[in-house]
């Protein structure tokens, strides 16, 4: 009775997921498609523009910098012998991006990854910095996303499209160091889960991708900066290349995922975190079901762990 009940229960909870999972598993072509990264002329943008060239994309790139788009252009002809558009804009001026999106044409794939990051205690920060955090990060991916919208529903294959985010782990958990960066990360959670509802009528997929620390240009330029007690921290996770993150992301942007962990500790993070996030995936839904709760135990390991850090460290601190 008790091993029947073991073997029938979860084969029926299953069977249960697999019908009620929505949105529904989608497929996203990238083959002859328009790809538009924001902040791809760097890091991961960089990154996820080289593969998504070669595996046979349109690319265009936006970022403020025409110097570092040309670069950008410049290695992506090399290394795949294809030919990218280059749009200088910054996203927090809706009206250059609008100029930027509309000359690009319509959008397949819209890669909002444009992101920066000054971590620092919220008591030495200064309001201008905690405001271009945000102002960068969340209120110019409305931004962009504003802008892209009307020409990619519009567009004429109806064939699914995609719009991503590039969030960060510290958009899971707030980290010491992030108030202002996390804060900008969470909010493109709450953005992404209302728009996939706003825009799947028009087989519009949102996802959103969680890197751990990424070695990239802007995590050197981090580093000179980061309190030790972020850099204590964040170590919970390990640290990946570009091209390995852009990996993940455009994977994760392939099978329609709507959260997109990176690493190991990335997935235990998407379930611990799994709130009521869509998941079209009924072996993940099974997956998350059966495990949160463990999850939830790991991570108050984790906050037990990062809470004695910060105790050693303050009292370390007292002693010299
Ligand atoms: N590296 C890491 O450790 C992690 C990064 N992430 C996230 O990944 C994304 C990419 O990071 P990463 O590759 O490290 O960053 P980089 O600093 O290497 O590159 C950032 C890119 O964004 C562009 N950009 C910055 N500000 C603006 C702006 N106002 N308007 C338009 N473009 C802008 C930059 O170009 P330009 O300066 O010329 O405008 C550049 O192309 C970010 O959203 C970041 O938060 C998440 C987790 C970890
Ligand atoms: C349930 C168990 C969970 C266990 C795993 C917890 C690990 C959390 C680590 C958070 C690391 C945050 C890195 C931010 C990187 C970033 O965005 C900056 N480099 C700026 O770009």
Same mark, same amino acid.
């Given at each position: ?16 997921? !697999?019908?009620?999972?929505?949105? %529904? /598993? ?9 790809? =538009? ?36 252009? *410049? ?11 280059? $749009?200088?804009?910054?996203? %927090?001026? !809706? ?10 044409? /319509? ?12 971590p620092q205690e919220?008591?030495?920060?200064? #309001?201008? @910095?905690?405001? =271009? ?42 980290i010491y160091g992030y108030t ?5 990360? =969470? &909010? +493109? ?20 991708? !969680? ?5 990239? /240009?802007?995590?050197?330029? *981090?580093? @000179?900066?980061r309190p030790?007690l972020t850099? +204590?921290?964040?170590?919970?996770? &390990?640290?990946?290349?570009?091209? @390995?993150?852009?990996?993940?992301? +455009? ?6 995922? $709507?959260?997109?962990?990176?690493? =190991?500790? &990335? ?12 998941? %079209?995936? $009924? ?11 463990? #999850? ?10 990062? !809470? ?13």
């Open positions: 009775m008790v091993l029947l009940s073991l073997i029938l229960l979860p084969i029926l909870l299953l069977l249960l997921l !697999y019908f009620i999972v929505r949105p %529904r /598993p989608v497929t996203i072509l990238i083959k002859n498609r328009h790809v =538009f990264i924001t902040g791809g002329s760097s890091g991961i943008g960089l990154a996820l523009a080289h593969q998504a060239a070669s595996q046979g994309a349109r690319v265009s790139l936006l970022a403020r910098s025409l110097n570092k788009l040309q670069e950008a252009k *410049e290695s992506i002809r090399r290394s795949s012998g294809l030919d990218v558009s280059i $749009f200088s804009a910054d996203v %927090r001026d !809706y009206d250059a991006v609008q100029k930027a999106v509309n000359d690009a044409g /319509p959008i397949d794939v819209l890669v909002v990854n444009q992101g920066v990051f000054v919220l008591d030495k920060q200064g #309001l201008d @910095e905690i405001k =271009f955090m945000i102002d960068v990060n969340l209120m110019g991916s409305f931004n962009v996303i504003k802008a892209a919208l009307p020409l990619m529903k519009e567009r004429k294959d109806r064939l699914p499209a995609s719009i991503s985010l590039i969030s960060s782990q510290a958009g899971q958990v707030g202002a960066y996390s804060a900008s990360k =969470f &909010g +493109l959670r709450g953005l992404a889960e209302a728009l996939q509802q706003e825009v799947i009528a028009d087989n519009i997929h949102v996802s959103v991708v !969680y890197p751990p620390d990424t070695d990239t /240009p802007g995590f050197e330029k *981090e580093n @000179e900066v030790e850099k +204590l921290l964040a170590g919970s996770s &390990g640290s990946m290349k570009a091209d @390995e993150v852009a990996k993940k992301a +455009l994977d994760g942007i392939k099978s329609g995922s $709507f959260t997109v962990p990176c690493n =190991f500790e &990335g997935h235990m993070l998407a379930i611990a975190t799994a709130g009521l996030s869509p998941e %079209r995936s $009924f072996l993940m839904a099974f997956i998350e079901v059966a495990s949160v709760g463990v #999850l939830r135990l790991v991570g108050l390991f984790f906050q037990w762990n990062w !809470y004695q850090t910060i105790e050693n460290w303050h009292a370390k601190k007292n002693r010299t």
